[in-house]
T-cell receptor, first 112, second 112 residues
Framework: DAGITQSPRHKVTETGTPVTLRCHQT?????MYWYRQDPGHGLRLIHY???????DKGEVSDGYSVSRSKTEDFLLTLESATSSQTSVYFC???????????FGSGTRLTVV | QQQVKQSPQSLIVQKGGISIINCAYE??????FPWYQQFPGKGPALLIA?????SEKKEGRFTISFNKSAKQFSLHIMDSQPGDSATYFC???????????FGEGTQLTVNP
């Protein structure tokens, strides 16, 4: 998707290992979000950021942490991956809070 | 927790038919109701959105109908095409720009 990239696109990791997903934007948007997508649950907000070093929790934040040291980068870290964190993770950006999201292409994470 | 309930989970429509997806929200003030379209392997993309001061918005074959008193809104896809086959998410944003809450998603299949 133009202006927003996620890496890696796919990852398989073992239970108990730390994992970091990266979201990079070139749009200079203030707001960045991490969602997870699971069947039957839609998209659920994990964490979001409203500026450099300014972050807040979403509805499913347990087991996840985030950091934003630069406007363009928003990192999602699973401190100790569990099988319940197997999911597709999407990053989104917006100029106005919670309005007109642009999503990345997602990262498919499998925890074995 | 603010919730948005979406139905049906899956929908199969013949080419040329009308696809209808419904969403309902609970007793919370929302001020913006977008619909997102997601193709396999891609992130969701904004399709159409409405504010609660209007009852209907149309863009091409896509129409949102909004019933404020019933706290319901729906997406109608006229003359459905196989290329419309995708997952559709409704969403709602709380007033003052608070977080966007997504429905569970509807997988639409349009048969040729």
């Amino acid at each position: 998707d133009a202006g927003i990239t996620q890496s890696p696109r796919h990852k398989v990791t073992e239970t108990g290992t730390p994992v970091t997903l990266r979201c990079h934007q070139t749009e200079n948007h203030r707001y960045m979000y991490w969602y997870r997508q699971d069947p039957g649950h839609g998209l659920r907000l994990i964490h979001y950021s409203y500026g450099v070093k300014d972050t807040d929790k979403g509805e499913v934040s347990d087991g996840y942490s985030v950091s934003r040291s630069k406007t363009e980068d928003f990192l999602l870290t699973l401190e100790s991956a569990t099988s319940s964190q197997t999911s597709v993770y999407f990053c989104a950006i917006s100029e106005v809070q919670s309005y007109g999201y642009t999503f990345g292409s997602g990262t498919r994470l499998t925890v074995v | 927790q603010q919730q948005v309930k979406q139905s049906p989970q899956s929908l199969i429509v013949q080419k040329g038919g009308i696809s209808i997806i419904n969403c309902a929200y609970e007793n919370t003030a929302f001020d913006y109701f977008p619909w997102y379209q997601q193709f396999p392997g891609k992130g969701p993309a904004l399709l159409i959105a409405i504010r609660p001061d209007v009852s209907e918005k149309k863009e091409g074959r896509f129409t949102i109908s909004f019933n404020k008193s019933a706290k319901q809104f729906s997406l109608h896809i006229m003359d459905s095409q196989p290329g419309d086959s995708a997952t559709y998410f409704c969403a709602a944003r709380g007033t003052s720009g608070s977080r966007l809450t997504f429905g569970e998603g509807t997988q639409l299949t349009v048969n040729p």
